[in-house]
């Protein structure tokens, strides 16, 4: 796995303000409940109160606790550590399951990028979307599961895709972990909330971050191999994330043109390399033919 990355403080207000737009502009109600709560008259593209502290605070390197405590799908009692320990990292999802808009786009966008990896969920990595409503019952996180099963495509991949439900110490103890700030506004019933996913290790320790509800597939693969500690992925993968680093402010892969202009050079000097050899090969092999030929003629020509 590459050198352990600095901590970063990111927020995430464009993105919110996003979602927050959309919200409003198909849940009246929100938009009204949230205009309602911003005190005095304040200019109108000012962030709302309730908005001001939902983010994702990186918190890379973070250990989850992994003794927390949730139900899975099927109502049974099961810990974060029967997720971990093996070598195949984990994509972490909060998403409450009655979330009218945002949740829904996450789930979709997640499940579009894990239809184009060439890793199964289940074989190369597995799957947590956790709930951050204590509300939600596991009935509610089943049926979510069918949908987004059925969406990816691989009926076996429900062995690798869990969806649990828990309760608000648990819920908290996990999202101050992965720093996933939210919010409950009482008028509208609803939660703010930030948008992304979360990569962490196979140890449970958090590796990445991907914002918003489109995950670009090459940076959610390599995140993937590097979160595995190359214990996944390809030879050709270990070449692309020597070449790239991580960014954790934009939550995306960048290329250090350093290394690229060292993998670049080696592999011309390779061909050149191949080149002049076979060249000289060549020129070894025309030259024996020839001395070949030479003596032939010399032993016909002598008399016996």
């Known amino acids: 796995m590459s050198p352990r990355l600095p901590r970063f403080r990111f927020s995430l207000i464009p993105i919110i303000l996003v979602g927050a737009a959309l919200i409003a502009g198909s849940l009246p109600s929100l938009g009204q409940g949230l205009q309602d709560t911003a005190?005095?008259?304040?200019?109108?593209?000012?962030?709302?109160?309730?908005?001001?502290?939902?983010?994702y605070e990186q918190r890379l390197d973070n250990q989850v606790p992994l003794d927390l405590a949730f139900r899975d799908e099927s109502g049974k009692a099961v810990h974060l550590s029967d997720y971990f320990g093996q070598s195949k990292p984990v994509v972490l999802i909060l998403a409450y399951y009655r979330c009218p808009?945002?949740?829904?786009?996450?789930?979709?966008?997640?499940?579009?990028?894990f239809r184009q990896l060439p890793f199964r969920i289940?074989?190369?990595?597995?799957?947590?979307?956790?709930?951050?409503?204590?509300r939600e019952t596991p009935e509610l996180a089943a049926s979510t599961k069918q949908t987004y099963?059925?969406?990816?495509?691989?009926?076996?991949?429900?062995?690798g895709w869990h969806f649990l439900t828990g309760q608000q110490p648990e819920i908290t103890a996990l999202t101050q972990a992965v720093g996933f700030h939210y919010a409950w506004d009482a008028k509208t019933q609803q939660f703010a909330h930030a948008t992304g996913i979360v990569v962490l290790t196979p140890k449970g320790k958090v590796a990445q971050y991907f914002y918003g509800i489109d995950y670009p597939v090459q940076d959610l693969r390599l995140a993937l191999v590097q979160g595995s500690q190359e214990k996944i992925g390809s030879l050709a993968d270990e070449v692309l994330l020597y070449c790239c680093k991580y960014d954790p402010n934009s939550g995306r892969y960048t290329a250090l043109i350093g290394r690229v202009l060292q993998i670049a050079g080696a592999f011309t000097l390779l061909v050149l390399g191949g080149v002049l050899f076979l060249l000289f090969y060549l020129d070894r092999k025309k030259r024996l033919e020839l001395e070949s030929q030479a003596a032939q003629q010399k032993s016909a020509l002598s008399p016996h």
Do not use: W
Request: proline residues 11%; glycine residues 10%.
């Open 122 to 134: 289940g074989q190369q990595f597995k799957v947590l979307t956790v709930s951050f409503d204590p």
């Open 39 to 55: 005190p005095g008259s304040g200019p109108s593209n000012q962030t709302p109160p309730i908005l001001q502290n939902v983010r």
């Open 101 to 113: 808009m945002l949740c829904s786009q996450v789930l979709a966008g997640a499940t579009h990028a």
């Open 149 to 159: 099963i059925a969406s990816y495509g691989h009926p076996e991949a429900a062995a």
